[in-house]
């Protein structure tokens, strides 16, 4: 027989009440989204814009030109990491710098998806938010705690449509997870456990000397966007940039959007009320090489208070006695800790299991009654063309309204690590630390000249 729904997990109403707040920021719909004179209706092609080509971004611009879009511009200020996508797009415009883009294709543009470094995330996101284009953003979905709320608050004025790149959000796995915990499979969930195997970069250590001259085909003013200016060094660029401050949002950046999802689609996780970090001695400079970073997430409804401890560099949480002798924890992973048992998962996909394994075949398959996805980069695609699924219109699970509370938690663990060892108190109402105070300094920083938000 099924076990009944225990107290302190999530409730049904409060799943699908964030879809329902999410779909509220839909109602304002730009005409090009409805169709009109002159204006592409929802049953064409999206007319997409990708602002960098190359790494992640290439594979986000496969995605969506594999869902019938129109790719109508390029723009990637590295020639040599776009190319394979330039030559793919031959005659289509290419840029180095968004802003030009968009200014100059705005007619030609209904949605644009952003893969650059995190440090120009926000800035090209808005951007286009501002110009009242649908955006595709990837995760983290900022660099800082005041972009994202930004980012969110914008999207809702100007009615665009919006999805952060964890694309592990749109599996069944994730709902399946959600379904398990709610139908009481390991009773009520105090504390999750949350890991990854990152940084697989350099990181902990100081700003590079040398001032090698910038390659050719690399327009380094452009790159560096808003951070602060510094010389070009291959020490940044590619790919190494996650471990610097200004540029990147550490190991916890990378991962914790796919490996946290579960935690936060499933006990409705918001805003914390503190947060501890231990590192080594705090580098102004780059990331540490290894963190344990501790959230306290009070009350919500029928949900008691949750703890929530991040582990990378290595760390990992103690091994649950649960687990079979030949199994180990994976680089990637979540464990949900109830007082009735634990469910263990590996990153990415959102899946977890109940362990041992005997008592995930023991407990009885709750019935399916979370909405499933018609596919991440499809969910974006088709919410943009005005689509409806069953009757009702398609909103992104990982839209900015889902997104931006996840991003926040994960930036202000990143501001703990500036002060390692010391709890910070967090207001989530204000979106302000009460201890220490100094530490809202660090919630954005002041961009260079000729960059907005």
């Not at 109403?13 to 920021?25: E, K, Q, S, Y």
């Not at 968004?98 to 995190?118: C, H, N, Q, W, Y």
């Not at 705690?145 to 930004?150: D, G, K, L, N, S």
Request: glycine content about 10%; proline content about 8%.
């Amino acid at each position: 027989m099924k076990k009944e729904s225990k107290k302190g997990l999530v409730s049904r109403r409060r799943f699908l009440g964030g879809v329902a707040a999410a779909a509220a920021t839909l109602t304002i719909v730009p005409r090009h989204v409805l169709g009109g004179a002159g204006q592409t209706p929802p049953s064409e092609r999206l007319n997409v814009a990708k602002i960098a080509c190359g790494g992640m971004g290439k594979s986000d611009l496969q995605a969506v030109a594999r869902l019938d879009c129109n790719i109508v511009a390029l723009c990637d200020v590295d020639e040599r990491n776009a190319r394979e996508a330039f030559e793919q797009y031959a005659d289509v415009p290419k840029y180095r710098d968004f802003r030009k883009m968009l200014e100059e294709m705005d007619g030609s543009i209904d949605a644009v998806v952003v893969s650059t470094p995190d440090h120009t995330h926000a800035v090209a996101a808005m951007a286009a938010i501002k110009m009242g284009k649908h955006v595709y953003c990837q995760k983290p979905l900022t660099r800082t705690v005041h972009e994202a709320y930004a980012l969110m608050e914008a999207a809702r004025e100007h009615g665009v449509v919006t999805q952060m790149g964890n694309q592990g959000h749109g599996g069944d796995a994730l709902r399946a997870t959600a379904e398990y915990l709610e139908a009481g499979a390991i009773g009520t969930v105090r504390e999750v456990h949350v890991w990854s195997d990152r940084p697989v970069w350099p990181q902990g250590g100081g700003r590079p000397l040398d001032t090698p001259d910038v390659p050719a085909y690399l327009d380094w003013d452009l790159w560096l966007g808003p951070a602060p200016e510094r010389p070009f060094n291959s020490a940044y660029h590619r790919f190494k940039w996650r471990g610097w401050w200004d540029f990147g949002t550490g190991a916890l950046g990378d991962m914790a959007c796919h490996n946290m999802d579960p935690a936060f689609y499933a006990l409705g996780l918001k805003e914390p009320v503190s947060i501890r970090a231990e590192c080594p001695v705090y580098n102004p400079e780059s990331f540490p090489p290894w963190s344990i970073i501790e959230w306290e997430f009070p009350p919500e409804g029928d949900r008691p208070a949750v703890k929530m401890i991040w582990y990378d560099g290595g760390r990992k949480p103690p091994r649950p006695e649960e687990l079979e002798a030949d199994r180990e924890l994976d680089g990637n992973g979540i464990l949900f800790v109830g007082d009735e048992g634990k469910m263990l998962g590996s990153g990415w996909s959102g899946s977890c299991r109940i362990i041992p394994e005997g008592k995930m075949r023991e407990f009885p398959r709750p019935e399916r009654t979370l909405p499933r996805s018609i596919g991440h980069y499809k969910e974006w695609v088709e919410a943009a063309k005005g689509a409806l699924h069953e009757g009702k219109p398609i909103v992104p699970g990982s839209n900015f309204d889902y997104a931006v509370p996840m991003t926040a938690v994960i930036l202000l663990g990143n501001t703990a690590l500036r002060y390692p060892g010391c709890t910070l108190r967090w207001d989530g109402e204000q979106k302000k630390f009460t201890e220490p105070e100094e530490a809202n300094g660090l919630l954005h920083y002041e961009y260079r000249s000729g960059w907005t938000l």
